[in-house]
């Protein structure tokens, strides 16, 4: 079957302009992941919704981040007012159920640029 | 707070050599331990993880609670398996599951 797919693959983006990245995690996961990945570094979490319930917000930079996933299924994360700082790969990875032994399953990211 | 260290970001070694990459990782309570690797080109996997004690590819890896540390091995390295290697500890902080993961290791295996 289909695995986690992200939407847009690239995105550049001016300086305060505002951005939506899209996430569709395998049918029937319950948990879903968002990512920040800096060059050279590994994924950094942002936050995680079991269906629609987002239950760790922890890791969003700031309050121009904003993710949501109103059906329990597709996934947006929203960037407002984009700053050069955001340029990263943005992960998103579902999972089954919730159990810490769960594996996530990842999708492509979208590189997101900001000039 | 939890966290991942990967010591090393570049592993180069010859085909057939033995090969460590080093995982050691701060969290007080019980955490789940995982190696995720990413091919050239490919996304993010799962490699194994510790709960399930098995070997994938010929790596295994060992939780050591005395030396927090997970590292992983592999006796006689391939050169498929040239790749970026992500060491991951999950735990349950305040009812929340917040995964963390090391910066990762490059591993080269030349001819």
């Known amino acids: 079957g289909a695995g986690v797919s992200q939407s847009p693959r690239y995105k550049v983006a001016k300086r305060g302009q505002d951005v939506a990245l899209r996430c569709d995690p395998i049918?029937?996961?319950?948990?879903l992941f968002w990512y920040q990945q800096a060059l050279g570094q590994g994924p950094e979490f942002l936050t995680y919704f079991q269906n629609e319930a987002q239950l760790d917000k922890s890791g969003l930079p700031s309050d121009r981040f904003f993710a949501e996933r109103p059906e329990g299924s597709v996934s947006t994360l929203k960037i407002q007012r984009t700053q050069q700082e955001d340029s990263a790969v943005y992960l998103c990875a579902s999972s089954f159920g919730l159990t810490t032994y769960n594996e996530q399953f990842f999708g492509p990211g979208t590189r997101l640029t900001v000039l | 707070a939890q966290r991942v260290t990967q010591p090393e970001k570049l592993l180069s070694v010859f085909k057939g050599a033995p090969v460590e990459l080093k995982c050691n990782y701060s969290y007080s309570g019980s955490p789940e331990l995982f190696w995720y690797v990413q091919y050239s080109r490919q996304r993010l996997q799962l490699l194994l993880r510790?709960?399930s004690r098995e070997s994938i590819k010929g790596f295994t890896a060992d939780l050591n609670k005395g030396e927090t540390s997970f590292h992983l091995k592999k006796p006689f390295a391939q050169e498929e398996d040239s790749a970026m290697y992500y060491c991951a500890l999950t735990g349950a902080s305040g009812g929340s599951y917040i995964p963390t993961f090391g910066r990762g290791t490059s591993l080269i295996v030349h001819p």
């Open positions: 510790h709960i």
């Open positions: 049918s029937g996961h319950v948990s």
